[in-house]
């Protein structure tokens, strides 16, 4: 195999993984959220503020992700 086979599947992996985790974190997230909401319905509010900004982060480990892979791409000639 090229490098450029390596750098291809560390992109894959990279992408992969990226995605994998964030996606079933937010998942349990909204999931819990939606439990507590319609246990509390008065910090309604409070709980959905929670919830955004930890997707929020949640999204920013996608994002650097999907920057590896992009770093990586970039290395195939």
């Given at each position: 195999?090229?490098?450029?086979?390596?750098?291809?599947?560390?992109?894959?992996?990279?992408?992969?993984?990226?995605?994998?985790?964030?996606?079933?974190?937010?998942?349990?997230?909204?999931?819990r959220?939606?439990?507590?909401?319609?246990?509390?319905?008065?910090?309604?509010?409070?709980?959905r503020?929670?919830?955004?900004?930890?997707?929020?982060?949640?999204?920013?480990?996608?994002?650097?992700?999907?920057?590896?892979?992009?770093?990586?791409?970039?290395?195939?000639?």
């Open positions: 195999m090229t490098n450029d086979a390596f750098f291809a599947i560390g992109a894959a992996i990279a992408i992969g993984f990226a995605t994998l985790g964030p996606g079933i974190g937010q998942g349990l997230a909204a999931g959220a939606f439990e507590a909401i319609a246990r509390q319905p008065e910090a309604t509010g409070d709980i503020t929670l919830l955004i900004l930890a997707l929020a982060f949640m999204e920013a480990l996608c994002i650097f992700g999907l920057l590896v892979a992009f770093m990586l791409f970039g290395k195939i000639s």
